[in-house]
């Protein structure tokens, strides 16, 4: 059945799956109030006012400071994207938009980018900077990555950055990307994962969600997740080195470009 952005309910998740409509958890309005400040305090990853330092300055150059020095990612995900003109982008957890804006130029006035968020500050952010620099071909629309306001396969592409890893039903929202992308769409997300699992008193840490940490999976376990949802070719890149995982000690906690491929 196709999906449509009707109004959304809350969900309650836990990390053993499962939801409940109507009903919010502690995990989901902390991590939402996090990046609300986020978006009122126009912070990023990098700190107030600090330069990009996720994305080489020639990816960035043209956009206004405060959208090209604005975000809460963990990596660059256009490196493994390979958009192509006219193709439709989806990008979970957009924010303040500046993926989104990148992806535009990449895919033309020809092509089409959603972003979803569910902090309306950051949506808020996101139209009004989208208003300000005239760009057409984007849009931004309110939902959770569990229960995302997108047709069935309609996207081409759908991209990432350090947003996953906060849901507390990960394999729902593998399950949504694989609805949502056409036959032979691809996933590209740079994310945070560990190296072993996290102890169960970090996990529990609802402070530690909205920091990326309490909420990333094993990374064997993203990768069972992706699999068991219908993804194939799916691959794993640590942010830093490809060969760094080998030495990492258990439960470390690190940035990976994660990759993967709907069957045709």
């Given at each position: ?18 939801t ?42 043209g ?56 902090t ?26 569990e ?15 350090c ?102």
């Amino acid at each position: 059945m196709t999906k449509t952005s009707d109004p959304l309910p809350v969900l309650d998740s836990s990390c053993c799956g499962g939801t409940s409509p109507n009903s919010t958890t502690p995990i989901r309005e902390s991590v939402r109030e996090y990046y609300a400040a986020q978006a009122r305090a126009g912070a990023s990853c990098c700190g107030s006012g600090k330069a990009n330092l996720l994305y080489p300055e020639e990816l960035v150059t043209g956009l206004p400071g405060e959208v090209a020095d604005f975000t809460l990612g963990c990596g660059n995900p256009f490196t493994v994207a390979a958009m192509q003109p006219g193709e439709t982008v989806l990008d979970l957890g957009s924010g303040g938009g500046l993926d989104c804006f990148l992806s535009a130029r990449q895919v033309g006035e020809s092509g089409h980018v959603i972003g979803v968020d569910m902090t309306p500050e950051m949506l808020e952010r996101a139209r009004a900077s989208a208003a300000r620099m005239g760009v057409g071909n984007v849009e931004f629309r309110e939902g959770y990555l569990e229960s995302l306001p997108v047709e069935d396969n309609s996207v081409d592409v759908v991209i990432s950055n350090c947003v996953i890893n906060l849901s507390p039903d990960k394999p729902q929202v593998f399950r949504e990307i694989f609805r949502v992308l056409k036959p032979g769409g691809r996933i590209a997300v740079s994310d945070t994962v560990t190296n072993g699992p996290l102890a169960e008193a970090v996990k529990k840490d609802v402070q530690a969600w909205g920091a990326c940490i309490a909420g990333a999976l094993d990374v064997k376990e993203y990768i069972a997740g992706l699999v068991e949802a219908g993804f194939e070719d799916v691959t794993v890149t640590p942010k830093d080195d490809s060969q760094r995982m080998k030495a990492m000690p258990t439960e470390m906690v690190f940035s990976a470009i994660l990759s993967a491929r709907k069957p045709n």
